[in-house]
């Protein structure tokens, strides 16, 4: 069974940088394609990066793209987030999350396409 937990988040200033980890404990990471997703107050939780599991393949929402970099350690059995540059619209609470395998690139954009999500991480960005 899936244990996911993230770690590394907290309060920075703009312009800042912080870096996320994601561990399964409860199964190989390596198993899967891990994604993240982050929610705001108020605000619908929204798809941020992802990776396959191979590494082979990383996507990025639009608003993170070029800042922001998903990578995986399929021995240590970890996917981290490094987040530069970051932005008070980055503020939000981060979850990975993970899923089987398979399918197209798109696939990996649709949190409904993961089965196992982690308790998240508060990433607070002042301005």
């Known amino acids: 069974q899936a244990h996911l937990v993230e770690s590394g988040g907290g309060l920075v200033q703009a312009g800042g940088s912080l870096r996320l980890s994601c561990v399964d404990s409860?199964?190989?990471?390596?198993?899967?394609?891990v994604g993240w997703f982050r929610q705001a107050p108020g605000k619908e939780r929204e798809f941020v990066a992802a990776i396959y599991r191979s590494g082979s393949t990383a996507v990025y929402a639009d608003s993170v793209q070029g800042r922001f970099s998903i990578s995986r350690d399929n021995v240590k059995n970890w996917v981290s987030l490094e987040m530069n540059n970051l932005k008070p619209e980055d503020t939000a609470i981060y979850h990975c999350?993970?899923?089987?395998?398979?399918?197209?690139?798109?696939?990996?954009?649709?949190?409904?396409?993961?089965?196992?999500w982690g308790q998240g991480t508060q990433v607070t960005v002042s301005s």
């Open positions: 999350a993970s899923r089987y395998p398979g399918g197209s690139s798109y696939l990996l954009y649709d949190s409904n396409n993961y089965d196992s």
């Open positions: 409860g199964r190989p990471t390596s198993d899967f394609d």
